[in-house]
């Protein structure tokens, strides 16, 4: 792997992801699961090595990236104070153009697929996005093992990992994953007779 290149790739990603947000900018939770889904559904080539982890699929790289596209001045993150917490509104900065013009050829290859998970995830809140990315995420460890999983017992094992979200949002967001066709070794339950 040329790590020069891939950096180069990673950086404009997500000063991309940044500057096309649909709502002007977007959270650290939701640059992370743009990359997950845009690595895992769309198959773009970026070269993180996401595991599950408290809020979904992770990879610490993401971040590191981000700070590196903050220190160059290619996004700029602030804090928004919440009633309920705090979170980070991320945007392009005065000189993401140039690292959107260093990674211009990747961006090209991959520019559907950017505007694809803007449009089907941009939007998400965190909580959205962390159980989508982890239905995702369980759908291809079932995968990985040689599974296929009916809906319900994905719910079940996702709510092990997620008890803080309730079956029926679980099972609302896999049939909308599902009938989107972002699972592939999970499906609807079978009828008995």
């Known amino acids: 792997m040329d790590w020069n290149k891939t950096q180069t790739e990673r950086l404009a990603m997500i000063t991309d992801l940044c ?70 509104k991320i945007e392009k900065s005065r000189l993401g153009d140039a690292v959107l013009a260093e990674g211009a050829a990747f961006l090209k290859e991959h520019g559907k697929a950017i505007q694809w998970v803007l449009s089907e995830f941009g939007t998400l809140n965190s909580a959205t996005l962390e159980l989508q990315s982890t239905i995702v995420f369980v759908d291809r460890e079932a995968c990985r093992r040689n599974e296929t999983l009916e809906l319900p017992a994905l719910a079940r094992w996702v709510r092990e990992v997620k008890p803080h979200f309730s079956e029926p949002t679980i099972m609302e967001n896999a049939q909308l994953l599902y009938n989107r066709g972002h699972l592939i070794c999970s499906k609807p339950a079978t009828a008995t007779v």
Do not use: I, M, W
């Open 19 to 88: 500057a096309q947000a649909p709502n002007g900018s977007l959270g650290r939770t939701a640059v992370v699961k743009l990359c997950y889904f845009l690595q895992v559904l769309k198959g773009v080539p970026l070269g993180y090595h996401f595991t599950l982890y408290s809020y979904g699929p992770f990879d610490s790289d993401v971040l590191s990236d981000l700070g590196t596209a903050e220190s160059l001045e290619a996004v700029r993150s602030t804090v928004e104070y919440y009633p309920s917490g705090y979170g980070y």
